[in-house]
């Protein structure tokens, strides 16, 4: 049992949250070669807030543009694989059960009811962005929830199959692990 992974369940305060939101508004940004909104004097809600409609109209934007929408995805791939890399090792997450903790976790983190059975099968049944997200941004946003689950579990792949912003019930994806994190 991972006690960090475990802490981290039962509480994880304000400021740590806050600062992870931050950073996926940067990773955000970057991707998609625009400037970071100001989230300085904000709480954690209110950041969650900025990053979700952040998103959406910035993805809308580069739609709306013809922008290289790949090249986007291939940079928030890029970017949240290293976020992950980097909270597994903070973690010391070293096992599928614990990355399933963790993902859970973290999605939780930014509004996102997430589950995922030991063989990989994963339903999200409510999420924060699907207010502020089209299927269209909805698809390009996965490039970012696959880059974090192949971070954090060491080269796995997250594919959605389903999505809320799609006319779902629910959203459903197969997260598939090579082998154990390390």
């Known amino acids: 049992?991972?006690?960090l992974?475990?802490?981290?369940?039962?509480?994880?305060?304000?400021f740590i949250k806050k600062q992870k939101i931050r950073q996926l508004i940067k990773i955000t940004a970057?991707?998609?070669?625009?400037e970071t909104p100001d989230t300085g004097t904000l709480t954690y809600h209110e950041c969650l807030h900025v990053f979700a409609r952040f998103s959406?109209?910035?993805?809308?934007?580069a739609l709306q543009a013809n922008a290289d929408i790949q090249g986007i995805k291939s940079r928030l791939y890029k970017n949240a694989c290293d976020m992950g890399?980097?909270?597994?090792?903070?973690?010391h997450i070293k096992t599928t059960a614990e990355v399933i903790q963790f993902t859970r976790i973290l999605y939780k983190v930014i509004g996102i009811?997430?589950?995922c059975t030991p063989a990989g099968d994963v339903t999200i049944k409510r999420c924060y962005f699907s207010q502020f997200f089209n299927g269209e941004a909805c698809r390009i946003f996965s490039a970012l929830d696959e880059g974090v689950a192949a971070g954090l579990s060491n080269g796995g792949r997250l594919v959605f199959r389903e999505r809320l912003t799609e006319g779902h019930s629910c959203c459903r994806?197969?997260?598939?692990?090579?082998?154990?994190?390390?």
């Open 1 to 3: 049992m991972n006690l």
């Open 5 to 14: 992974v475990t802490a981290a369940g039962l509480y994880i305060p304000a």
């Open 30 to 34: 970057q991707a998609f070669q625009v």
């Open 56 to 61: 959406g109209e910035t993805a809308q934007r």
């Open 85 to 91: 890399i980097q909270l597994r090792r903070q973690l």
């Open 113 to 115: 009811d997430y589950s």
């Open 173 to 182: 994806a197969d997260f598939r692990l090579t082998e154990e994190p390390l």
